[in-house]
T-cell receptor
């Protein structure tokens, strides 16, 4: 049982480049979410999904897109990377927004 | 938008001591207050959670105390151990959308032998 798998673990981007952070879970969870973690800021919700085909914005959605075509996968897209998006990104899944969330190992992204 | 205020930002405790971390929230549409523990280089993991039909929940050395009237909840770590050194996050559901879990800013705990 792999749980929540994020790829890649590390990434360096140039300003203006695009990329997709991958997230997959094998627990049949309906709820998936993306957070970014910055020093002193805690975990801030970027986007979340309550099921396949349904997504919604979190606290800091600007500059990020998501889609949910399957229950298992919830990719996060950066369309035009900016230095302000340098952060550690975590994907999480759960049976619901107010149940235990299982987090991936994180992706450390640096935008130069 | 729900805000969750967590304090202190960092905490240094001697082995065997008590670690106390506090959180305050503004409003909530659903009573569910979890605490997550994060070790360096890892993702957060659920440590303990309370659904406040009770004012306190204890699991081993970890206790959540909840004060609904004051809109505050706290984590107590008894007999703190060096292995407890980690960052701790409290969280609460958003005021209007219980699908959104809002996290505090985190407390870095260091326990020295």
């Amino acid at each position: 049982n792999a749980g929540v798998t994020q790829t890649p673990k590390f990434q360096v981007l140039k300003t203006g480049q695009s990329m997709t952070l991958q997230c997959a879970q094998d627990m049949n969870h309906e709820y998936m979410s993306w957070y970014r973690q910055d020093p002193g800021m805690g975990l801030r919700l970027i986007h979340y999904s309550v099921g396949a085909g349904i997504t919604d914005q979190g606290e800091v959605p600007n500059g990020y897109n998501v889609s949910r075509s399957t229950t298992e996968d919830f990719p996060l897209r950066l369309l035009s990377a900016a230095p302000s998006q340098t952060s550690v990104y975590f994907c999480a899944s759960s049976f619901g927004g107010n149940t235990e969330a299982f987090f991936g190992q994180g992706t450390r992204l640096t935008v130069v | 938008q729900q805000q969750v205020k967590q304090s202190p930002q960092s905490l240094i405790v001697q082995k065997g001591g008590i670690s106390i971390i506090n959180c305050a929230y503004e409003n909530t549409a659903f009573d569910y207050f979890p605490w997550y523990q994060q070790f360096p280089g890892k993702g957060p993991a659920l440590l303990i959670a309370i659904r406040p039909d009770v004012s306190e929940k204890k699991e081993g050395r970890f206790t959540i105390s909840f004060n609904k009237s004051a809109k505050q909840f706290s984590l107590h770590i008894m007999d703190s151990q060096p292995g407890d050194s980690a960052t701790y996050f409290c969280a609460a559901p958003d005021s209007y959308n219980t699908d959104k879990l809002i996290f505090g800013t985190g407390t870095r705990l260091q326990v020295f032998p």
